[in-house]
């Protein structure tokens, strides 16, 4: 158990609709990453959040938009679905926001997402 | 262009022996992170080991160790006496040290560990 969590764990949806996945980082890490893998895109970066604030933005799509909280949780808020919006929907945390040590992203468990 | 190139789909190896899983990457930042990842057939992500790019020593972590090229701008990772819980796939990330950021994935290698 990685510490971090997500809900909810899986979630089905209909095209054109509107989704909030959830997540709460390990204690004590400021840092939120959000990340997308599906089988022809692999694993993608989507935003990251740090103490609050966007950090750094991937390959996240206009539809797609995110936020952290006060309490350090962040949710990903996902709209217009489309049928290729279908994936594994991570959420990683780490103490920092930097490269070095220590700054390993600890991953939830993902949030499996069917758009039909 | 890939960030990150993982060129073996698939590999297999006994179990108890030694394996290696090869990563290269590109970037002309001098400070970086690599990071290998194990994603189980149950989904999670999992951490294994780090290296950075200003270590001058290999990192190890139990049966995993990372043997990095800085010139070859290569980072294996090596996991020893293989055991039937290694099978997964794994991923090889980096992480650049300049304002984007982001961490990239490779494609991934899935290991098969045989009895």
């Known amino acids: 158990d990685s510490g971090v969590t997500q809900t909810p764990k899986h979630l089905i949806t209909a095209t054109g609709q509107r989704v909030t996945l959830r997540c709460s980082p390990r204690?004590?890490?400021?840092?939120v990453y959000w990340y997308q893998q599906s089988l022809d895109q692999g694993l993608q970066f989507l935003i990251q959040y740090y103490n609050g604030e966007e950090r750094a933005k991937g390959n996240i799509l206009e539809r797609f938009s995110a936020q952290q909280f006060p309490d350090l949780h962040s949710e990903l808020n996902l709209s217009s679905l489309e049928l290729g919006d279908s994936a594994l929907y991570f959420c990683?945390?780490?103490?920092?926001?930097?490269?070095?040590?220590?700054?390993?992203?600890?991953f939830g468990p993902g949030t499996r997402l069917t758009v039909t | 262009a890939q960030k990150i190139t993982q060129t073996q789909p698939g590999m297999f190896v006994q179990e108890k022996e030694a394996v290696t899983l090869d990563c290269t990457y590109d970037?002309?930042?001098?400070?970086?992170?690599l990071f290998w990842y194990k994603q189980p057939s149950s989904g999670e992500m999992i951490f294994l080991i780090y290296?950075?790019?200003?270590?001058?020593q290999n990192a190890t972590e139990g049966r995993y160790s990372l043997n990095f090229q800085k010139a070859r701008k290569s980072a294996n990772l090596v996991i020893s006496a293989s055991q039937l819980g290694d099978s997964a796939m794994y991923f090889c990330a980096m992480r650049e040290g300049t304002n984007n950021n982001d961490m990239r994935f490779g494609a991934g290698t899935r290991l098969t560990v045989k009895p």
């Open positions: 290296q950075g790019s200003y270590d001058e």
């Open positions: 204690s004590g890490d400021l840092s």
């Open positions: 990683a945390s780490s103490v920092g926001g930097g490269t070095g040590s220590g700054y390993e992203q600890y």
């Open positions: 970037t002309s930042d001098q400070s970086y992170g």
